[in-house]
């Protein structure tokens, strides 16, 4: 069934390189690279990870300072629920683009999944600072001042986040809807 999903989604990767080869003056070595990092973009939406990272571990051999590749290894180290070794491919973006904020994000997520909520704060800052009306970021700040027990920050980045969120859509903790929770319980208790 995995390898049907991989064939379907390699038709579009396929269309692309036939189309990047007639209509594009790329080199060779460009074809190749965008052809590989299709393949495995198609390993990984079929879930077979583990021929994913070898392909993108070959473009690294090519190039071994592509983000996208970075950002894409550690996505899949973080889909497995292996945050701690998604960690290094994260650091290795935001080292090699001190500004990318999707790379300190989700730096960010893994310490919060991995309860470093202090790690996960500092990165935050860093969003924070590149794009202050990043609602998740704000809400994951949020999240981790509540979990560290800082209730007045929390509900700070909490209300920050509501206000950068146009269509209202934030899930924030239980700091600002704690009246609603204490209502749920009184009625499970009288239940």
């Given at each position: ?8 989604h390699?038709i ?55 983000i ?56 935050l ?23 560290v ?17 146009p ?25």
């Open positions: 069934m995995k390898i049907f999903r991989y064939l379907f390699m579009p990767v396929l269309w692309s390189l036939i189309r990047d080869i007639i209509f594009r003056s790329l080199s060779r070595e460009e074809n190749r690279l965008h052809y590989l990092f299709g393949k495995a973009n198609a390993y990984d939406q079929a879930d077979l990870s583990d021929r994913s990272i070898r392909i993108y571990e070959e473009i690294l051999e090519k190039d071994p300072d592509s996208p590749v970075f950002m894409n290894l550690g996505g899949i180290c973080f889909r497995r629920g292996m945050f701690e070794k998604a960690i290094p491919y994260y650091e290795k973006v935001v080292r090699l683009n001190p500004k990318h904020y999707q790379g300190h994000y989700w730096l960010a997520v893994c310490y919060w999944e991995l309860e470093r909520y202090y790690a996960a704060i500092n990165t800052e860093k969003v924070i600072e590149f794009l202050p009306t990043f609602k998740d970021a704000l809400n994951l700040m949020g999240d981790c001042y509540e979990r027990g800082e209730g007045a920050k929390a509900e700070h980045y909490y209300l920050k986040a509501i206000s950068a969120d269509e209202g859509r934030v899930i924030h903790g239980g700091i600002l809807d704690r009246s609603n929770q204490e209502k749920k319980r009184e009625e499970r208790v009288r239940h």
